[in-house]
Every structure is written in structure tokens, then in C-alpha cells.
């Protein structure tokens, strides 16, 4: 997403609530959800038993709340990222997304229509056109190339070999793995595997991808390639994404907003400029003072917009809004302002001090 339209879908003031202005044009709304695990799991929504703490509601109930009056709203072409500790509900709120897993009560809207109500069918239609997603393990078929592994979903939809191939190769190239095509899963490394898996998700065409912990499994340097080549995707295919991770620096890095969940429940919904300088209680603050600003926030996060180039400064001035802070450093150094843009396009201005600020602490330049 770019920074203007970063700006216009900013939520409003109190972002534990997440919701985007009305007009803006939305992927997935979702209102009050909850998942309870265990026998009966009705009676617990909405009553003062759902506040016990996880281990006594066990030995009381049976249940175990794993998502707890989820709200919130994902906009087209956004990167909507859900973050939390191990345990927290990520998984499960996005498998309820896609109806893996069924939510008990709540609502949940996709497309314009209500993922609740759709029957067998209208379900199966949806996660072969609308909705894909794109697991921590892979799960490619050992004994499939990696073309065969990528048009399996089609094959499976019945749709024609000459068609699948074509489909098969046009993905192939938009996630790097031309002359792989006939390689086997065992023959790949981490990295390779899961741009096969990203591939075979971007093979149906959707128009939502859910991604849960699809780069834990990779070591340092190769996962922080494939947040970038994520990046990349969203822009070149404009797909929403709904991105799951335990790593608030991945969240940061990648997320237009991020959702930072704790026992079920969303605590707090913002950028990462919001998350990090208006965190909303002391549990976000203490996840994220540690964070290192410079490699997560970007000149489009802390940028005043506007379109107009600032006096002074030339093309030797000028930044990507999806340039790191860190890299921004050099274009600081004449002390002079910095143009912010986005494919060439001006999209906001940036003052030196605003820049270390960000990086060494103090607020931010309020982006009304
Ligand atoms: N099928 C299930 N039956 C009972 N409890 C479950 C089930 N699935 C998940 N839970 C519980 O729901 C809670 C949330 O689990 P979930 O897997 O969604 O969390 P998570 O944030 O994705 O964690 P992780 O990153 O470890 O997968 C946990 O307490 C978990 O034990």
C-alpha cells in the first residue's frame, strides 16, 4: 500500500478498535469473533467466565477461549499483519477466516458477502478464486515437481493441462523460481520451498492470501528476502494479505497495520509508527521498546504528506516511502529536506530531525 493510501486508510484515533473510515474500500470485516474450544462452547461468549484466566476457565468449563470478540477490518491491497506470543490466537483467528475453522459466534465479511452463511459450495468457490494461504511447512507433494506442485490446485479444479501449464509458468516467474520448474521438493532449500508454496497460492488468482507463519522456518538472511519479495508481490498483484507471525519485527517490517493479539484478545490495532509511539497499554511498550526503529521504520511511515517536491531539494534527495530509516541516513547528512516518493511519484516530505527522531526516540510528526 502506498503512503497516501496508507494515509487515507489510517484508523481512527483509538486503534484498538482497527476499523477503517467508512468509504474505504474493504477486503475482510470482521466483527465480534469468537473461538471457543470445548464442550458447550456457546455458553462462554459474552459471559463473565470468558475473563477467567485460561487455566481456571479449563478446570471450570472445559473450554479454552482462543479468540475473544475480534474486530476489525482488512482494506483492499492492504498488509494486514497479526502478531503475538505463542498461544495468543493467531492461528486460529485466521483459519476462522477462511472457515478451516468454524468461529462460534461473531461475524465475518468477505468479498461483500458473509463467510457464516455460505454454504458447502459458495465455501469452495471462495477458496478457489477469493481466498489462498500459505502454511509454515510448506506442504508440497515430495513426489511432484515443482510446476505440477504449483498447478495442483487447478488440476484439482478440473481445469485443462495446456491452461494449468501457462498458469504454472506465469507464476513461476513472479516468484523467482525460473528453472526450477522440474526440480522435487527435496531438491529445494527453505527458501525455494516456500516460494513454491507462494506460487501455488498465487496460482488461483486470489484476491486474499492468508499467510500464517510462512517465514519462521527460514533462517535469518533468507526470511528477511522473502519479507521483501512479500513486499514485492503485494505491490506488483495488489492482493490483500493477512499475515501471521510471532516476530514483531517481521510485523513491523511488513504489515501496513499490525494487530498485536494477547490470550485471545486484540489489544492494539495501528502502524508500526503507531504501535511504537503510542503503544496502547504496557504490555504493547514492553514488546516494542527493544525494537530497532531504524530497521523497521520506513520514510513513509514518518513522512508528512504531500505532492509537491519541498524547495531545495533534488533527485540526490530523494527516498523510496519504502526506504528503511537506516538508509535514509545518507540522505539526511546534507541536512537538507527530503523528498518521499512512490514509483516516482512525490508522496511526502521528510525533515532530517524527523528522521533521528524516529530513530534515537522523541514523537513523531503527527501525519494528519
Ligand atoms: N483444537 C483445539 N482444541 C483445543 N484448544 C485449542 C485448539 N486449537 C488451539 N487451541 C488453544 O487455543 C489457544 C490459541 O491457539 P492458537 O494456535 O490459535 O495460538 P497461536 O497464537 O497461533 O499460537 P502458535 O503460534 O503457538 O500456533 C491456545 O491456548 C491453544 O492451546
Known amino acids: 500500500m502506498s503512503i497516501d493510501q496508507r494515509a487515507a486508510t489510517t484508523p481512527p484515533p483509538d486503534p484498538a478498535h482497527g476499523l477503517l473510515p467508512e468509504g474505504t474500500e474493504t477486503a475482510i470485516r470482521c ?47 492492504e498488509i494486514f499483519v497479526v502478531m503475538g506470543l505463542s ?28 463467510l457464516l452463511d455460505a454454504d458447502a459450495a459458495q465455501l469452495r468457490e471462495l477458496r478457489r478464486h477469493t481466498i489462498s494461504m500459505v502454511f509454515q511447512h510448506f506442504g508440497l507433494l515430495p513426489n511432484r515437481n515443482v510446476r505440477d506442485n504449483i498447478a495442483y490446485g487447478l488440476e484439482i479444479q478440473g481445469v485443462d493441462r495446456a491452461t494449468r501449464r501457462g498458469k504454472a509458468e506465469e507464476v513461476i516467474e513472479l516468484v523467482g523460481l525460473q528453472g526450477f520448474a522440474d526440480r522435487f521438493p527435496d531438491e529445494l532449500s527453505g527458501g525455494m520451498k516456500q516460494r513454491v508454496g507462494l506460487a501455488r497460492a498465487l496460482a488461483n488468482d486470489p484476491d486474499i492470501l492468508l499467510l500464517d507463519e510462512p ?19 503485494q505491490r506488483e498483484l495488489g492482493v490483500t494479505m493477512v499475515f501471521i507471525t510471532h516476530d514483531l519485527q517481521e510485523a513491523l517490517r511488513l504489515g501496513d497495520r499490525v494487530a498485536v493479539m494477547r490470550d485471545g484478545e486484540v489489544v492494539q490495532i495501528g502502524t508500526a509508527a503507531q504501535l511504537l509511539e503510542r503503544p496502547a497499554d504496557h504490555y504493547v511498550r514492553d514488546f516494542t521498546k527493544e525494537v530497532p526503529r531504524a530497521l523497521v521504520l520506513t520514510a513513509g511511515d514518518i513522512a508528512t504528506p504531500t505532492d509537491e517536491a519541498r524547495p531545495g531539494t533534488t533527485p540526490a534527495l530523494e527516498v523510496e516511502a519504502t526506504t528503511l530509516l537506516r538508509d535514509c541516513i545518507p540522505a539526511i547528512a546534507g541536512d537538507r529536506p527530503i523528498t518521499v516518493t512512490d514509483d516516482g511519484r512525490i508522496v511526502g516530505s521528510l525533515e532530517p530531525q524527523a528522521v533521528l527522531a524516529a530513530i534515537y526516540g522523541g514523537s513523531l510528526p503527527d501525519p494528519s
Open 31 to 77: 466483527r465480534g469473533l469468537w473461538k471457543v474450544f470445548g464442550p458447550r462452547p456457546e455458553r462462554i461468549v459474552g459471559s463473565p467466565d470468558a475473563d477467567l484466566s485460561r487455566v481456571e476457565l479449563l478446570e471450570r468449563t472445559g473450554c479454552v477461549v482462543a479468540c475473544q470478540e475480534v474486530t476489525f477490518d482488512v482494506g483492499v491491497g
Open 87 to 114: 498461544g495468543s490466537g493467531k492461528s486460529t483467528l485466521v483459519r476462522c477466516l477462511s472457515r478451516l475453522i468454524e468461529p462460534t459466534a461473531g461475524s465475518v465479511e468477505i468479498a461483500g458477502g458473509s
Open 215 to 233: 517465514f519462521s522456518a527460514l533462517d535469518p538472511l533468507i526470511r528477511a528476502e522473502m519479507q521483501e519479495e512479500a513486499i514485492r508481490l
